[in-house]
């Protein structure tokens, strides 16, 4: 029961970032300026939840995220899903608890997930050096804001279990 | 005996498995999904423009009542403008059916237009769009002609029961005939990547040889009847500067579009007469 | 033990040692040398192997007039095309989808068939989506498909050629970019005059041989979009200058020849602009001057040779050749005899203009001066051949002056025979009435004739007698030459040279004084030689009570001194007795600018042409139109 209610408590936190984003970058719109924080969505499912259960989250996440977007169906899916297979690999090195390791787990997530993006779904602009010109600037933003914001984020997302009366700091000794 | 997979190639199977199980399922499913996941988030950015709403509305709530009496006179102002405009714009269609009939012209196409409050926006170097609050029920065609007060805004890329999708005419994905004032030749216009803090631009293309243009006298590029999508006359941009191709056949060039673009609250949809639902 | 094991060396076993090092010698050598040495020699293969080259042809330079006016250009042609190898998938699918039907309806399975059917079905798609926007019903032909499947898969299929404006404009906005129909842009020839100068400007052909300089990947397997070569008039005389530079893609593609990379490119360039001397409005009235009558007009800027207007009728817009010529515009055309550029390779007697020619030679030998009479009674007989003169009434006496005023062909038969054969002939050739002008236009003939008892013998039309001398005297006979010969000599008559070199090349640096026509002075004392122009002024402006009474009235211009001399001269074609009507002229008298050469063919053996009532009106046009632009008031022209 309790995995179950962790599923939808991380699931809807992540429709809250989705959401809170969005209107971030309607914000940022006339600035031509866009913030990706996928890494986000993922890092702490992955890292502290069972995998079937991160796995979840990401692909309803993605898809989530895909339906409203001009992408192929699918395609966060598959990125979200490469990310999950390189943060299980690195599992066992990772500490969860040390607050480096995480920054350096979401920074170069989100840096794979925009650059997979933008490989898959870049096209005819792949050639344009303006188009790697507004990549870089919303890489630079999002990558300098998810810094600052990735360690109080897991945070609050443990803070929203512990509401639920789930202490997943307790379980980490499981990995 | 069933060997187990070792421990470090685990995620490597799994990946594998997942996307070979994705890939492989039919794209009906796909394409339904897909549909259910948007109709299902499409309150949320509703609720969210409601609430935005709200909150306007309560911001004026905190005018004065003499600043509401004196904006109220204003509008009524505007409003009989209009009405005297709308009048003219009446005497004019009939004066334009009366030509026509007597010189047997093919009559132009005529629209009408549905008001939509815009309820996102996604607006990144891989796309440029803009979700608006109406949709399906509304009678919205997919391909019709977005606009706004400043020009065109872009196409209904899709359509969903209550929302659509509306393709920035800043994205690169969007192209359409254009021309420039006084020449009615047709000309390519395309969106572009948006650098940062810079206006929306777009590119240009297939522009004859002999067109002029120069950085003190810009030239406005404006939407053609041509294309069958967009009235003619409406404006995209700017050209100030144009580059004949080594070929020498076209000159190309990079309009400026208007900034307010990228944070348009409300758009009209132009519907072509006798293809639109119902009001 | 089953072996018996040698502790000791055995020397035999030396051999084998040699043997097996020399093998393994060569073969390390041998795979050095492969994997060495021969890389780059492989690699070269598997370029070739792998690589194919697009060679894209680049549009032709422009033409202008003299003043700076598009002639020729390029325009845009655009057609909806599309490419092949972005539908591998879809003919997989469809192939597949095919092959099913076929099974289940137990219909024999050919592989090939079913492929090519496969293949147009999905073209045939994307043509209805077209189709459906365009409101067309046009269809794939499936052979078509399969020949550009099999011979130019690197190039896109076109579906659509010459889309109109319009259609370019819906397929714009209603085509996806990412699709796989698109519009392909290639260049078309383009007359902004239409049928002005068609015979000088010329137009192109279609052709698979490219220039292939600067294109890199010449040993690379290549295709080629079509280009264009010159096939008459300028754009075949300068196709080389007018030709663009190549430009090139490479690809690189699979083994079944789909591209999937393009490895380089290079975009085409445009060819040279060419400047010619021709005056768009001279020409335009020059053309509209001849009007629906078979001609030509030939004007030359008289100092420099510069050629104004080389009109010839009937001609053909060239926008119907481009880019490709029907065979009803050609049928048409080869009807009407309008391929033939007169001007320059029609040959005419050239008539009573040949007069000044005869009185040139007359007065440089001596046998007749200004004051030397004849009597004209309307006939002349030599031997036994009978010569009218219906050129005037007036009958008795007449002058020299007189003589060219009305064209008296008594008068210069009478001159003609005192001057002799020799002397007019030679005249003639020295002002290089044998021989090509040297334009710089293809097809200039070179059959003109100025007989002479040698060239009548060398014919076996047997030998040459006076009735001969007399006719040649008045430009008949075995006499040819074309319009532009004549104002070429016109030109140089009115510089008191013998020769004028035409050209259609525009040099506005020119420094006239230092062009070399390669003649020489008229050898003809300036009284003598004015008493010519007095006489071709007379023809032009001469007045009796007030009333213009020259031949060549009709080319009359107020305030304007010209020099003219009309000509009628009869010819046998297919049977039929016909007139060419000619004038010739230069202007204004006292400072030569231009002069013209006009000839105009009748058609109806009925109906017969004079030089004054047909040719010259059609110069006066000319001579209006050159003097209102060199005086834009106008106020000293006025029009009759």
């Not at chain 1, 090195?93 to 995480?102: A, K, Q, T, V, Y």
């Not at chain 2, 803090?197 to 406005?220: Q, Y």
């Not at chain 3, 009558?293 to 008289?302: R, T």
Request: aromatic content about 10%.
């Amino acid at each position: 029961m309790n995995e179950d209610r962790r599923t939808l408590v991380i699931l809807a936190v992540n429709g809250l970032l989705y959401f809170a984003l969005n209107q971030v970058n309607a914000v940022l719109a006339p600035l031509s300026l866009h913030l990706s924080l996928d890494a986000l969505y993922l890092l702490f499912a992955f890292l502290y939840l069972k995998t079937n259960q991160g796995l979840l989250i990401g692909f309803l996440t993605a898809l989530f995220i895909d339906a409203a977007l001009p992408v192929p169906f699918g395609v966060h899916t598959i990125l979200y899903f490469c990310t999950l297979a390189a943060l299980l690999r690195m599992r066992r090195e990772l500490r969860r608890d040390n607050p480096r390791h995480i920054v350096l787990a979401a920074f170069w997530s989100n840096f794979f997930i925009m650059l997979g993006l933008s490989l898959l779904v870049g096209k005819g602009l792949l050639a344009q050096w303006d188009f790697w010109l507004r990549f870089c600037s919303d890489l630079a933003i999002s990558q300098l804001l998810l810094i600052f914001l990735v360690r109080w984020w897991v945070d609050a997302q443990r803070q929203v279990l512990l509401l639920w009366d789930i202490d997943v700091g307790s379980e980490l000794q499981q990995f | 005996m069933v060997r187990k997979i070792p421990h470090a190639t685990k995620p490597i199977v799994l990946l594998l498995g997942l996307l070979l199980t994705w890939l492989l399922l039919p794209a009906v499913f796909k394409s339904y999904s897909r549909a259910g996941f948007f109709e299902f988030q499409a309150p949320l950015w509703v609720t969210a423009a409601e609430f935005k709403n709200l909150g306007d509305s309560w911001a004026l709530r905190a005018h004065s009542k003499k600043e509401l009496y004196e904006t109220g006179r204003d509008l009524a102002r505007l409003n009989s403008a209009y009405e005297l405009k709308l009048q003219e714009i009446d005497a004019l269609r009939d004066e334009l059916s009366r030509l026509e009939r007597i010189l047997v012209l093919p009559s132009l196409p005529r629209f009408q237009y549905r008001i939509a409050r815009v309820v996102r926006r996604d607006q990144s170097s891989w796309w440029q769009q803009l979700v608006i609050q109406k949709g399906k029920l509304h009678g919205i065609p997919v391909g019709a002609a977005v606009v706004y007060s400043g020009g065109v805004v872009g196409r209904i890329r899709e359509v969903h029961a209550y929302t659509s999708v509306v393709e920035l005419a800043t994205s690169p994905g969007f192209r359409m005939a254009a021309h420039f004032d006084n020449d009615e030749r047709p000309v390519t216009y395309q969106g572009a990547v948006n650098l940062p803090f810079s206006s929306p631009r777009g590119k240009v293309m297939n522009v004859p040889p002999d067109v002029v243009v120069t950085a003190s006298v810009p030239r406005r590029l404006t939407s053609s009847r041509l294309g069958g999508v967009f009235p003619d006359g409406l404006t995209i941009g700017w050209v100030n500067r144009l580059t004949t191709s080594p070929d020498g056949l076209f000159q190309s060039g990079q309009p400026y579009l208007d900034k307010n673009l990228l944070s348009l609250k409300e758009v009209a949809v132009l519907i072509p007469l006798g293809t639109g639902g119902t009001p | 033990m089953l072996f018996e094991v040698y502790k000791n060396f055995s020397p035999r076993l030396r051999v084998f040692y040699l043997i097996f090092a020399l093998l393994f010698t060569a073969l390390s050598v041998g795979l050095f040398y492969r994997q060495v040495i021969l890389w780059p020699t492989y690699l070269e293969q598997e370029k070739k192997q792998n690589h194919r080259r697009i060679l894209v042809p680049g549009p032709r330079g422009n033409i202008y007039d003299r003043k700076g006016r598009l002639l020729v250009g390029n325009r845009p042609r655009f057609s909806a095309v599309i490419y092949l190898s972005e539908l591998r998938p879809e003919f997989r699918r469809k192939y597949i989808e095919v092959v099913r039907s076929a099974r289940s309806t137990n219909r024999k399975i050919n592989r090939n068939e079913l492929q090519i059917e496969a293949r147009s079905a999905v073209v045939q798609n994307y043509l209805n989506r077209i189709n459906r926007i365009l409101n067309r019903n046009d269809q794939v032909d499936r052979k078509e498909v399969e020949r550009h499947f099999r011979q130019n898969l690197l190039l896109p299929k076109p579906l659509i050629k010459d889309l109109k404006l319009s259609e370019f404009a819906l397929l714009t906005e209603q085509l996806p970019v990412n699709f796989p129909v698109q519009i392909h842009t290639e260049s078309a020839r383009y007359y902004p005059s239409g049928s002005r100068a068609a015979h000088t400007l010329g137009f192109v052909g279609s052709t698979f041989e490219v220039p292939e300089e600067g294109v890199p990947g010449n040993d690379l397997t290549t295709v080629t979009y079509k280009g264009k070569t010159g096939r008459s008039g300028l754009e075949r005389q300068f196709d080389e200058h007018l030709q663009g530079t190549s430009g090139g893609e490479i690809w690189v593609v699979d083994p079944s020849g789909f591209q999937y990379e393009l490895a380089s490119q290079k975009l085409p360039v445009k060819g040279n602009d060419l400047s010619i001397t021709i005056d768009i409005d001279l020409q335009q009235a020059a053309e509209e001057a001849l009007g629906d009558n078979k001609g030509a007009l030939v004007a030359l800027e008289v100092k420099t040779g510069e050629v104004l207007v080389l009109a010839s009728k009937p001609d053909f817009d060239l926008n119907n050749l481009s880019p490709y010529i029907p065979n009803e515009v050609y049928r048409s055309i080869n009807e009407r005899g309008a391929w033939l550029n007169r001007a320059i390779a029609g040959l005419y007697p050239p008539g009573s203009s040949f007069k000044v020619i005869t009185a040139t030679a007359g007065l440089q030998s001596g046998a007749i001066d200004l004051e030397t009479i004849f009597e004209c009674q309307g006939f002349l007989q030599v031997g036994n051949r009978h010569f009218p003169c219906n050129n005037h009434r007036d009958r008795g006496e007449i002058s020299f002056s007189r003589s060219i005023m009305k064209s008296c062909n008594i008068y210069f038969q009478n001159a003609g025979l005192r001057t002799g054969v020799t002397q007019i002939s030679r005249t003639a050739r020295q002002f290089g009435l044998d021989q090509p002008t040297g334009i710089e236009l293809p097809n200039e003939t070179h059959r003109m004739i100025i007989p002479d008892p040698e060239y009548k013998a060398a014919r076996q039309h047997g030998p040459w007698t006076a009735g001969d001398t007399a006719n040649l005297s008045i430009g008949q006979g075995y006499l040819l030459v074309t319009p532009l010969q004549m104002a070429a000599f016109t030109a140089s008559f009115a510089r008191r040279e013998t020769r004028t070199h035409p050209t259609l090349l525009h040099d506005p640096a020119a420094d006239p004084r230092r062009i070399d026509h390669g003649g020489e002075k008229l050898n003809l004392p300036e009284e003598l030689y004015n008493g010519i122009v007095e006489g071709m002024e007379m023809a032009v402006s001469g007045r009796d009570r007030g009333l213009l009474v020259g031949s060549g009235r009709m080319a009359h211009v107020p305030g304007i001194r010209i020099a003219g001399k009309t000509g009628t001269a009869q010819t046998q074609v297919k049977g039929e007795k016909l007139t060419m009507a000619w004038f010739i002229c230069f202007a204004p008298i006292e400072d030569p600018k231009i002069a013209i050469a006009t000839v105009v063919e009748s058609t109806d053996p009925d109906y017969l042409y004079g030089g004054g009532s047909h040719a010259a009106p059609v110069a006066k046009k000319v001579l209006q139109a050159y003097f209102q632009n060199k005086n834009p008031s106008g106020n000293n022209l006025a029009t009759r």
